[in-house]
DNA sequence: GATAAAATGTTCCACGTGGAACATTTTAAT
DNA sequence: ATTAAAATGTTCCACGTGGAACATTTTATC
């Protein structure tokens, strides 16, 4: 299928065994394995739709057969998205090697290929949410996993930046780091985490070691609401007529004075100069 | 990028979007996230080592920024073992339309795209093993999973078509599915699996159902090895001049008598006839 | 400012997967 | 024919993942 070219086309053609071709997506024959159960048809059908608008990204990888149709070895989900989108044509990489060879690689690429870690989806979902301006649940409905799936993603990239390494190396699992979030600042997360490599703990024992450390410290923080700031909370919000809260501990604290509008700032400003 | 080009030659070249060249590795930028490990080196050097002896099989997807290098969007583990296999040049996509969207779509599929059901893989390794005369240990090797998950993968293999079937569809696990094969005979897995799917038993449920039906029949089967049977096997034994079993249950059985040679075969037809 | 609804954050744990550990069979060596 | 080694078969269960269920915060409405 070759041709022969002049200077300067030669960069277009790749190298050997690599030929790239608009096929007719009707010549294109799936595996003879059982037609598959497609993972999700709501994530078949934004596929679809997404090829419709944009075209196919990645070209599929088939065999040539002798008869002149193509045994689909890689790409069955997007070669059915195009289908479905209405294309007739679909960008593919023919193998012209034999058969037996070019299955091989691909079953050991399918097999073998990396899916983004943890940190990764996190980012790309942080990324797509801010983007295209979307709400947890809606980006769920296009990926196929749950918002709370998502929600867990994203939590990780609250993590030290020490701890989002220790994830990315997989020195850590995402069930980890997600229980090491649980600690109350980040010096304990880094704490935590540097004892769960070095302890080899599981996911179970770090749940149980942040739980341990929240008891305890509920415990040393749980006294009962103090009268006295209660008294003072209340005296100021009657006076200057809005909440006031004491956040009060140890002796010091804060006094937070909410407003609502800038003419209500305005006022109590007035009233505290 | 694109040139004119005479007619015949257009159908080479892709639709919208969709240009493959082959780009100097050296011009292609990785993720500006931070540097992932690889998956497992020694399946990054299998990988350049097919990469070596085939090329690429498929390309890398690139976006191309303005100071003229490209973004890597998809396929880092290939490019990284292009780069370990000496070549120069690699294949690659080049996403034309603006970054954000390419972002989008490479992230999607890359989290929705669908990996072989455990059938698949399953017919996969079968396939591996035969073709490539592999032991179990070797192609354990090549992939990068443990040499029992290999051999696991491969007896859902003797499953009646029908629980397959079940697998394929994702109506019940590979882990159903194994404990299933404890069921004695083909006709008893095909009942689990049934019930499996409409009492929605966990694979825990349903390996505890298998490992009551396995005490159970053993219970009914115990029993002391009948001498008499032992009698007559080593008169047997003593009088061919070779090893002599009795399978013997309820009155009736077989005699299997052990040969070596077509030599020895002759012997025993002299003796018997 | 109050309240309801929407959106997001968090924790606990049931689940299936993968493989450790052992059992059995097959093959090679003698 | 016997034995050892290699290869394969099998079972049990610890593991991290994903999400149910609930908690909290933010936004919208009045």
Redo the contacts between chains.
């Keep these: 299928m070759k041709?022969a070219?002049g200077r300067?086309?030669d960069?277009?053609i790749?190298?050997?065994?690599?030929e790239?071709?608009?096929l007719q997506i009707s010549k294109i024959v799936p595996n003879k394995?059982?037609p598959?159960?497609?993972?999700k048809d709501s994530?078949l059908k934004?596929?679809a739709q997404?090829i419709k608008e944009?075209?196919?990204?990645?070209?599929i990888?088939v065999s040539k057969k002798n008869d002149g149709s193509f045994n689909l070895i890689?790409g069955?989900?997007?070669w059915r998205a195009a289908s479905m989108a209405g294309l007739s044509?679909i960008?593919a990489?023919v193998?012209s090697?034999d058969e037996?060879?070019?299955?091989?690689?691909?079953?050991?690429?399918?097999?073998?290929?990396?899916?983004?870690?943890p940190?990764?989806?996190a980012?790309?979902f942080d990324?797509?949410l801010n983007?295209?301006d979307l709400t947890q649940d809606a980006l769920s409905q296009?990926?196929?996993?749950d918002r709370a799936t998502i929600a867990n993603y994203m939590r990780l990239l609250k993590l030290p930046v020490e701890v989002q390494?220790l994830v990315?190396?997989?020195s850590i699992s995402m069930g980890h780091a997600r229980a090491i979030l649980g600690a109350d600042n980040k010096k304990k997360q880094i704490d935590v985490a540097r004892t769960t490599v070095k302890k080899g703990l599981s996911v179970r024992e770090v749940e149980e070691l942040i739980r341990e450390k929240v008891k305890i410290k509920k415990k040393t923080e749980k006294r009962p609401a103090d009268p006295h700031v209660k008294d003072v909370e209340e005296r100021l919000t009657s006076s200057l007529g809005t909440k006031v809260h004491l956040k009060h501990k140890g002796g010091k604290g804060k006094i937070e004075i909410e407003y609502y509008s800038l003419e209500e700032l305005d006022r109590l400003l007035e009233m505290l100069t």
């Design positions: 041709t070219l300067g086309l960069a277009l790749p190298e050997k065994g690599l790239i071709v608009n394995k059982q598959r159960k497609n993972f994530a934004d596929l997404s944009r075209g196919v990204i990645q070209p990888l890689a069955e989900r997007r044509k960008p990489v193998k090697v037996k060879d070019s299955l091989e690689i691909a079953l050991i690429e399918n097999i073998q290929r990396e899916n983004l870690n940190m990764e989806m980012s790309s990324y797509l983007t295209y296009r990926i196929g996993k390494k990315s190396e997989e």
